[in-house]
């Protein structure tokens, strides 16, 4: 579900100097750095969207104002606990313990050091 956010006065002057065709131009080498001005405004409102935390090419105008629009927020991800972080390396440890069996066919059931990583991954989970 789409949100109103609002613009700054600056970014909305920015938005304003594409439409103008009044960006700076850039020289690199005998490389001219001007973008077209759909790739200027997409560029800009990337930037908009990183900052602010919503998709960027799913905006619409408001009836709000000029620096007011509607867009979709970008999904919050919720860092992991250091307890889940913990079990995720255990749970892949536990792959690979699996996995080491699967494809040495038994070779290592007398090896101490495989037999310590495996206790390892099973007592953990």
Sequence with gaps: MKQEFEMSEEQLQAIYDISR??????????????ESKQEQANMLWQKMAD???????????SASGKKFFYATPKEKVKPKTAIELEMDKYDSLQKIVDHIEITNGGHLRTNPA????????????
Excluded at 25 to 33: A, F, N, R
Aim: hydrophobic fraction near 50%.
């Design 21 to 34: 065709n009044q960006m700076p131009v850039i020289y690199v080498g005998t490389w001219l750095g001007t």
């Design 51 to 61: 900052e602010m935390g919503f998709v960027w090419d799913s905006v619409e105008a």
């Design 114 to 125: 495989f037999l310590k990583l495996k206790l390892l991954a099973r007592d953990e989970q």
